[in-house]
């Protein structure tokens, strides 16, 4: 926990920080944006990354892993290996380059809000090392999961991003993954609300639950309305 909350600070600087503190444990509100990506349209399109390597993350790979636990902590890397989590690395040689990491649990900010249907992922976490940026190799790591996926049954992953991630935005619209809606997450000391806007024109998929409002009245019982 310190370590993870050492790399937050350190990514994302003192008052982003202090504010989401604030926001998670007493006071404040949080943004995301709600996404829907399509693995069905990744199905059949080819891998053009010449001299890069996609494969499943493995423990034994964890101490090539270094350039990644600039963003996250080793013990991270290593619960994504386990059952539940489906880690994708890319690599050059036996350099890492980027990884993508799917699962069937849902972001803490939004679990009881957002319920996945059987056929559906979560998205946990993109990341390319800096000085392989701006080259498309996250939407390449996505056409070499499609078999994978496909083989396991999965045929949608949801994810939500914050409002001001910028990057992250910009990179979801170039793979053409759907925007579902904004949720609004909103805490008082021991008291939670959370709420669904949805996006123009866009209608939920398949069973995925997203309530229209939810309120906590504490950390460990909630009712879903």
Known sequence: MIRELW????????????????????AGRQRWYLTREDLAAYAGRPVEAPGFDFRRARLADMPRMKPFMERMPEAVLRRWCEPGYFFFVTWEGDEVVSYRCLSTYVHPGVDGFVRLAPAQLFMVDEYTVPRYRRRGI?????????????????????????????????????????????????????????????????SMPGDTAVSSTVRFASDRAHRVV
Do not use: C
């Open 138 to 202: 996250t939407r390449q790591m996505a056409y070499a999961m499609s078999p994978w996926m496909e083989a396991e049954g999965f045929t949608e992953v949801l994810g939500v991003h914050r409002t001001d991630n910028y990057d992250t935005i910009a990179a979801t619209r170039a793979k053409g993954v759907a925007r579902l809606g904004t949720i609004t997450r909103s805490r008082l000391l021991w008291v939670t609300r959370v709420s669904f806007e949805p996006e123009p024109g866009e």
């Open 7 to 26: 790399l937050y600070f350190r990514n994302n600087g003192l008052w982003r920080s202090l504010v989401k503190g604030l926001a998670v444990y007493v």
